[in-house]
């Protein structure tokens, strides 16, 4: 597809368990970005790869939140021991390499996390 | 650290109105970008318009248009002539200059705007 792919769309889990969410960028961009939206409220940074650098971790709420990304490719953000609190839509967003006028983010549809 | 304000969480504006939504954001930087996105109840984000802050002309994209305050650092975002379709939360975005070569972008918490028939 010509967008940014997640998956699941929703996803309900039991707490303590662990989830995997999927992000699949426009081909050729080579940033990705994860946010958090709660419910009702705004876009929460939580990790930022571009290409072959070190990703920013800077939003990352705790030591439970990680993610990957291979190359200019899929990334994954993993949950560990879900809690209720974690519950929220995770949005992925792509962008291009940095050129002036190529700021545009390209959004996914996000992934609805429920935690029971 | 960038930070970006939206101090309106809800409003609302009759069908064919003018609704102003406001954005302030706070960087010691002297170029930079700003953005308006709309997300619809499809949680789809979509770019609504673009300031770059070098540049002293206003943003205009049809009905939407910017009044962009570079000494106040205020961003807000008027829509004119508002339609059904406009209903959507709303977020303020903030990007640091290209010469740090990322497009790390930051975001308020979002204004939901309704629009009334």
């Known amino acids: 597809g010509a967008g940014v792919s997640q998956s699941p769309s929703n996803k309900v889990t039991e707490k303590g368990k662990d989830v995997e969410l999927r992000c699949d960028p426009i081909?050729?961009?080579?940033?990705l970005y994860w946010y958090r939206q709660r419910l009702g409220q705004g876009l929460e940074f939580l990790i930022y790869?571009?290409?072959?650098?070190?990703?920013?971790k800077s939003g990352l709420p705790s030591d439970r939140f990680s993610a990957e990304r291979t190359g200019e490719s899929v990334s994954t953000l993993t949950i560990q021991r879900t809690q209720q609190e974690d519950s929220a839509v995770y949005l992925c967003?792509?962008?291009?390499?940095?050129?002036?006028?190529?700021?545009?983010?390209?959004f996914g549809s996000g992934t609805q996390l429920s935690v029971l | 650290a960038q930070t970006v304000t939206q101090s309106q969480p809800e409003m609302s504006v009759q069908e064919a109105e003018t609704v102003t939504l406001s954005c302030t954001y706070d960087?010691?930087?002297?170029?930079?970008?700003l953005f308006w996105y709309k997300q619809p109840p499809s949680r789809q984000m979509i770019l609504v318009i673009r300031?770059?802050?070098?540049?002293?002309q206003n943003a205009t994209e049809n009905r939407f248009s910017v009044n962009f305050q570079k000494a106040a650092k205020s961003f807000s975002l008027k829509i004119s002539d508002s339609q059904l379709g406009d209903t959507a939360m709303y977020f303020c975005?903030?990007?640091?200059?290209?010469?740090?070569?990322?497009?790390?972008?930051?975001f308020g918490a979002g204004t939901r705007l309704t629009v009334k028939p």
């Open positions: 975005a903030f990007m640091k200059p290209l010469a740090y070569n990322n497009n790390d972008m930051r």
């Open positions: 300031q770059e802050a070098y540049k002293q």
């Open positions: 967003a792509s962008s291009m390499e940095r050129q002036p006028g190529n700021e545009k983010l390209f």
């Open positions: 790869f571009q290409g072959n650098s070190a990703p920013d």
């Open positions: 960087t010691s930087e002297s170029n930079y970008y």
């Open positions: 081909s050729g961009h080579t940033a």
